[in-house]
């Protein structure tokens, strides 16, 4: 038996106690991984965008639309990547619909070219004949695969939506349901045919379209074929701007900056809360061992031994409270919320799940804490003197 | 019964575990209210912006302003609708305005942009909304490239500031002439801009996105929403602006409130273990007083009751800090994003009565439920025993 064995022993004498403490971290550490997970699950987008996409925008506001004609311009800079001869550049316009039996369900309608749609964002999986379908039918949608398991929607369907935008009634046959290589690509949108919208009496002007989605040979030259970009059109009637996906995303992202920065000071809250519980249950320990370590310090055991059996103490109690709370959190968060989420808020949060990396940071800092809590009543351990600590009573 | 300094002194003497006890009770009682008063910001913003005489124009079927768009020529049969207030020249109090946003530059150094939304307002805007004031610079001159900007937007954004321009077009520069005032409500988020500006620029000949009105009184909605909406040729939509800003902000409200009550409710939680492993060891240690004081004739009850108010002062007094804290939020703006329209509203954290009592009732229960079960050890020892420990 060593010194930190005799430490953990330690943890064993007060049994309801040291549960409690357990507990009340696992408690702290559950909530810590719900909070990271949220952010994680927020950044991960941002973080996975592809880099050798940009995309064009008009410059003033995301409710003006950009001249068709300017994706033949953009496909003829150099720099633009070329498949077979045909430059890499798909287009789409938000629409706005919902299902008129189920108004207040919330999902994403884009128009787009289906012919350059699925090679620009080939990350996106699609049944081969399923994507042959959606391209030759005008009135064709391909639809995510949460979308469609959420309305019950299946390959052969017809539905009718109402335009919030575009007023109406809008008849679409779903061709595909599409998932994605990339844990990042919203599963819970509809695409359908730019064609389809444009040639609608309530799409006025004619041949416009919302953005447009370029891709690069190299993505170090993203830059500055953005600026090329945005100088060509500067003199046209529409300006517009260019940013990478990845800037697109971030500027998305900006809009929750408050929120996300409101889950960083709970976060810190949590951690406080780890090291006062589990401090405050050290210092009662070692409070109340007081004579014994007197005994121990007489028999010849020194100050730093003494600390070692406090911190010893501290960091498996740690331990045991991560190891609760990251069992908890595995269950509520991967298999109670995650799916629910990514089902129904899947376009803010695409992916709801604890990373691997996350589970060992709580745990690290779970025991961290722990660390960090048995400073104070460790230093105080080992500075008793043997007389005094004898002397007290209980 | 036991004296209370008995208590007060006995916390004083287990300063490091009282104190240990009392930072975690406020820490739960800071998250609690905080989340509480934003909640309660946003809540006043929307009842701001909403006046109950006011309805909003939209066409059918479409959910915000934004997406909404109304043709010239059927605005003038709206605003010849029944119970429209007229003012003293006998022109009816609305008009039709076009809601857009424009992306604008943070000017916090950030390189961030968010969504600003850009109201083109008729000339009498300040009539339809009386609540608005200037209250720096003056009102932008109706027919130009003058406009105000809400106060809470002041200075977010590259421009928008007294004196400094921002771009509807290019080579279209608009000048920010005066900063006004709405009662705290989501319109102080907003760029009020000339409305045939808007329209120019923005290519919306013919149209405007939606109107609002003003009634005679909040009885006149039905009948009018009746008249308006049964002409079919108009497809259009009445609501009451108190319901339009309530929808607009419902989703952002609710997912306050919830989240911080699921994060209040771990942090109680915690905080509930954390005053249970005090004061039962508290309890354990003081045996022998217990032993004592019922030795000299305090009853169970006495010991039970004086056990637990310890407790419970103890986390009404973290309460307190905890509530004092939260009131310092009140300085902090937070920007939360309108669905609607894809811009930012600014909210104030807002510190309410009721959110002091809940705060502090919250603090007393978390002390009740840490305490009572060591209480009750502590009642239930016998005096013979705990003495001799």
Known sequence: MNLATLGVKNVARHKGRTALTAIGIAVAIVLFMLMRTVVLSWTGAVDASAKDRIATRHKVTFIMQLPKRYVEDIGNMPGVTKVNGVPQVTWANWFGAKDPNRPDDFFGTIATDPATFLSVYDEIIVDPAQATAWKQDRRGALVGDSLAKKFGWKVGDKVVLQGTIFPGNWEFNIDGIYTAERRTVDRSTLWFHWDYLNESPVFKPKDMVGWIITRVDEPGQSAAISKKIDAMFDERDTQTVTMSEKALNQSFLGFFSAILKAVDVVTFAILVIIVLILGNTIAMGVRERTAEYGCLRAIGFRGSHLAAFVVGESVTIGLLGGLLGLGISWLLVNQALGPFIEENMGGILPHFRIPPELALVGLGIAMLLALLAAVWPAYRASRLKVVDALRTVE | ?389
């Open chain 2, 1 to 389: 019964m036991i004296p209370l300094r008995y208590n007060v002194r006995s916390l004083l003497v287990r300063r490091t575990t009282s104190l240990a006890t009392l930072i975690g009770v406020a820490l739960v009682v800071f998250v609690l209210a905080t989340a509480l008063m934003l909640t309660a910001g946003i809540d006043k913003t929307l009842a701001a912006s909403g006046s109950s005489d006011h309805v909003v124009v939209l066409r059918k079927g479409s959910d915000a302003e934004m997406a909404s768009s109304i043709e010239t020529s059927a605005l003038s049969m709206v605003l010849a609708g029944p119970g429209v207030k007229k003012d003293s020249a006998g022109k009816p109090i609305g008009s039709g305005e076009i809601v857009t946003v424009i992306l604008g530059d943070k000017a916090d150094g950030s390189g961030g942009v968010s969504n600003v939304l850009v109201r083109g307002v008729a000339d009498n805007v300040m009539e339809l909304r009386p609540e608005a004031h200037v209250i720096e610079g003056r009102p932008a001159r109706p027919g130009s490239d003058e406009v105000i900007i809400g106060r809470a937007i002041r200075g977010r954004f590259k421009g928008m500031d007294l004196g400094q321009h921002f771009d509807l077009k290019k080579n279209r520069p608009l000048t920010v002439v005066g900063v006004f005032e709405d009662g705290g409500s989501s319109f102080e988020s907003e760029v009020w801009a000339d409305v045939e500006t808007v329209r120019s620029s923005f290519g919306r000949e013919g149209t405007v996105t939606s109107a609002t009105v003003t009634l005679d009184s909040p009885s006149k909605h039905d009948a009018f929403k009746l008249a308006v909406e049964q002409d079919k040729r108009l497809g259009l939509e009445v609501l009451r602006e108190t319901t339009y800003y309530e929808k607009q902000s419902e989703a952002t409200s609710m997912l306050m409130a919830v989240l911080g009550w699921v994060i209040s409710v771990f942090f109680i939680i915690a905080a509930v273990i954390g005053a249970f492993i005090t004061m039962n060891t508290a309890v354990a240690h003081r045996k022998r007083e217990v032993g004592t004081l019922r030795a000299i004739g305090f009853s169970r009850r006495a010991i039970l009751m004086s056990f637990t108010l310890e407790c419970i002062v103890l986390a009404m007094t973290g309460a307190a800090i905890g509530v004092v804290l939260a009131s310092l939020m009140s300085f902090v703006r937070f920007s939360v994003i309108n669905w609607a329209s894809w811009s930012e509203i600014v909210f104030t954290f807002q510190m309410t009565p009721g959110i002091v009592v809940t705060s502090v009732v919250v603090g007393g229960m978390t002390g009740l439920l840490g305490g009572i079960i060591p209480a009750f050890r502590a009642s239930r020892m016998r005096p013979i025993d705990a003495l001799r420990a």
